[in-house]
């Protein structure tokens, strides 16, 4: 099966290993993967500041770089639902109408993907040690993203997956709202992390970077024993 992947903005920017992750473990899978160095961004981005004009310049760019009918493997969440949701919105009877609708149809969350379409649940990962998942807000209420990553990681040798309260609350990432409300921002991140910490885990996984991103820079500046890890890198763990 040959598949396209979208490595979205943040991820090509500041976590690149992650996206290789990706790759070696969708390889694995007998997938051959196909990359358009072409592709930039979603226009989540410009969205999120209500730059609106710009993103559907972003979203048409998108659409056109992926004019196949073969999937479209992304390691974020949030991305995914902003394409299948708002793209309905920006391209709605307009002269992309028909392409837009391909790739709502194509396009999925990686561990999505690897669940419901290639009906695999053990990848042969290994990691010592105990960990939460946080379902970010995006990929929960938005894509609908639940017990798909937490699947996967059962299957992982050596990971004892653990349930933390308040796994479904937002981190205070939030695009912009990090930026905005930094004081707010930052008392939801210590919320999140000590309930990570309360149930003694070494690992916080999620499947958007962003948000990983948030806590980390929370858990680096208190010196918390906690790391946080995207699902890719977790599944990528121990084999490769």
């Not at 209500?50 to 949030?78: M, Q, T």
């Not at 309905?88 to 002269?95: D, H, K, L, T, V």
């Not at 290994?126 to 970010?136: C, I, P, R, T």
């Not at 990432?173 to 930094?182: H, N, T």
Request: glycine share 6%; aromatic share 12%; with cysteine.
């Amino acid at each position: 099966m040959i598949v396209d992947i979208f490595i979205p903005c943040y991820i090509d920017q500041f976590f690149p290993n992650t996206a290789w992750n990706m790759i070696k473990v969708l390889e694995s899978l007998d997938c051959a993967v196909n990359y358009n160095p072409e592709q930039t961004c979603c226009g989540h981005p410009a969205f999120n500041l209500g730059h609106w004009d710009d993103c559907k310049e972003i979203g048409e760019k998108f659409i056109k770089e992926f004019l196949n009918d073969r999937y479209i493997i992304v390691p974020s969440a949030s991305c995914v639902s902003f394409i299948k949701k708002q793209y309905q919105e920006m391209f709605y009877n307009s002269a992309l109408h028909n392409e837009y609708k391909q790739i709502q149809k194509n396009i999925y969350e990686f561990s999505d993907f690897i669940v419901n379409v290639l009906k695999i649940t053990n990848i042969g990962a290994e990691l010592q040690g105990k960990a939460v998942f946080m379902d970010s807000c995006s990929s929960l209420r938005s894509y609908g993203l639940k017990k798909e990553p937490r699947i996967l990681l059962e299957k992982v040798k050596g990971l004892e997956l653990r349930e933390m309260e308040n796994a479904d609350s937002c981190c205070g990432f939030g695009g912009f709202f990090g930026v905005k409300y930094e004081p707010v921002a930052v008392a939801m991140a210590e919320q999140k992390v000590n309930c990570a910490i309360a149930t003694e885990a070494d690992y916080l996984i999620a499947t958007d970077s962003p948000c990983l991103m948030h806590l980390d820079g929370y858990i680096k500046n208190t010196s918390k024993p906690l790391k946080v890890m995207h699902l890719a890198d977790v599944l990528a763990s121990g084999w490769l």
